[in-house]
């Protein structure tokens, strides 16, 4: 790792991605077991 900066931002973007696609399925479990 020479340049942090630079491996700081796509590891963010994969976080993002990462929790929005758990929301996602989340959201899509709930609504599936809803009326």
Known sequence: MNSPEKMKFPA???G???SF???GGEVR???AKGP
């Open 12 to 14: 963010d973007l994969q």
């Open 29 to 31: 479990e709930s609504l």
């Open 21 to 23: 696609i758990l929301a």
């Open 16 to 18: 993002l991605r990462r």
